[in-house]
């Protein structure tokens, strides 16, 4: 269309900047709201991408196309009207079986399949730009049971960032193509995720910045970091070198400091929906712990670590330099959960809390307790398991097994069998802090169970398992 306009250059330049504001932001309702990328039948023919216009304006989608893991252009006359669903299929005809009751708007193929173990979806413009994108995996914390279960993954609101897997949930029975979603909430609560500290093992010197993404269909009125130091304890060793007692004494409750978006508190650009907030300097040796609540202006609330307030998540200030050689592993625990830990019965399975430093990162709120046998009893040094928190993995696993006893012979033995091309389970040799204590040469196994099955066997892991011992 050519429209011609004699007006002043100073309305010309704001009738303008109405027009392309308004065709970005008609342009921003449209999201990807449903993906079903493994159907219960195996059939990659019954596969679908959904689109949603959340605006009040229709969208014309001539030249957009669908990319990375598939491919679909849109050509023609394709217009997405408010509130409206389009739904583009693998196969037309797979997805009529599938869906015999369907009687929205299929718009066409798209070519490839959507990855079962994960993929990526970019939705462009007919100009090239990003208009929305979603890589989602199979595994926590993306929903699980929309890997070949039955459901598809469903998006919880229109204007949550679905970038985050916790903006999704598994529909509740089968999809729901061209309609409103079965898990759709008209106002959620925010949604905190991505949340990080930095340095993840400060020193005494460094201040402490705290990072989080969150999400809302509203404007977050409000998001705070509440943290304190953790009271000392008189910590008994066990078998444990002695080590130096904490000194950090507990300030009464917990300070509250206020999380910013405007771009001046490391978080990234005004506005990204990345908050930030600065914690002062800590002495030596001391555990801190925090957590993270977030409010909308309709009073819907949301925090971080959710669950019980014992179990908040921790950092802990370390002035001491640690060799590189191999990968370093940092546990942090409450001085009173790591007392209890050992004090109480060496066969007491009850997991305790604990944040997990390693691979660049920090894992919050894991459950800890001690592993083995007899090596609980006779080892001179304890072994850990580890479960990894709900909904979270650490490379790919739920549970890490921490050795601390044999690792020169248990290394000798697996690479036996991996000489000898028998499937064998990841391993590495590690050192670990606990608590600010060091100890060198500790051993990481996998466990042999129906994840490691699943990685080695692939689709024919469904046998029988057998250990020997």
């Known amino acids: 269309m050519n429209l011609k306009f004699f007006l002043s250059s100073t309305v010309r330049t704001f009738f303008s900047f109405t027009i392309i504001a308004h065709t970005a932001q008609a342009m921003a309702d449209v999201v990807i709201n449903e993906i079903h990328y493994h159907p219960p039948s195996q059939d990659q023919a019954e596969e679908f991408i959904e689109l949603h216009n959340a605006g009040t304006s229709p969208v014309e989608l001539n030249g957009w196309r669908l990319e990375v893991g598939i491919d679909f252009i849109f050509e023609g006359t394709s217009v997405i009207e408010p509130g409206g669903f389009q739904i583009l299929a693998r196969s037309a005809a797979g997805f009529m079986t599938a869906f015999p009751a369907f009687n929205g708007n299929l718009i066409g193929e798209f070519d490839r399949n959507l990855g079962n173990g994960g993929d990526r979806i970019d939705l462009r413009d007919g100009a090239g730009q990003l208009i929305d994108t979603v890589s989602y995996l199979d595994e926590a914390p993306w929903p699980e049971e929309a890997d070949g279960n039955g459901p598809s993954l469903e998006l919880i609101h229109p204007r949550l960032d679905n970038s985050q897997p916790e903006s999704w949930r598994s529909s509740l029975g089968s999809p729901t193509p ?70 950090t004494t507990q300030p009464a409750g917990f300070a509250e400091v206020p999380l910013f978006d405007d ?35 309709s009073g819907q609330s949301a925090q971080f670590p959710e669950g019980s307030p014992d179990r908040n998540a921790l950092i802990q200030v370390d002035s001491a330099a640690h060799p590189e050689n191999i990968p370093l592993f940092r546990i942090v625990m409450t ?42 009893v006779l080892g001179p040094r304890e072994s850990f398991r580890i479960e990894i928190g709900e909904n979270q993995t650490f490379a790919g696993l739920t549970e890490l097994n921490f050795n601390g006893n044999g690792t ?32 060198p040469n500790y051993f990481q196994i996998e466990s042999i169970d129906t994840p490691f099955l699943e990685s080695n066997f692939g689709d024919d892991h469904g046998g029988n398992l057998y250990r020997g011992v």
Request: proline share 9%; net charge neutral.
């Open 263 to 297: 771009g001046a508190h490391g978080d990234g650009l005004p506005g990204d929906g990345l908050f930030g907030a600065t914690l002062p300097p800590q002495p030596d040796k001391a555990v801190i712990e925090f957590t993270l609540t977030a409010a909308d202006a």
């Open 178 to 247: 061209g309609s409103e979603n079965s898990v759709y909430q008209s106002n959620p609560r925010p949604i905190i995720s991505e949340v990080k500290h930095t340095p993840l093992a400060p020193k005494p010197s460094e201040s402490i910045r705290i990072l989080a993404r969150i999400s809302d269909n509203e404007i977050v009125s409000n998001a705070h970091v509440y943290w304190r130091v953790a009271a000392p304890t008189e910590t008994v060793k066990a078998r444990f070198p002695p080590r130096t007692p904490n000194p």
């Open 408 to 439: 020169l012979q248990q290394t000798l033995a697996w690479d036996l069998f991996a000489a000898s091309e028998i499937s064998n389970p990841f391993r590495q040799v590690f050192n670990l802090v606990l608590n600010n204590d060091f100890y």
């Open 335 to 376: 001085p009173r959960d790591l007392e209890t830990l050992r004090t109480r019965g060496v066969f007491n399975n009850e997991l305790l809390n604990c944040t997990l430093i390693a691979q660049g990162g920090a894992f919050y709120q894991q459950g800890i307790r001690y592993r083995g046998s007899s090596s609980r």
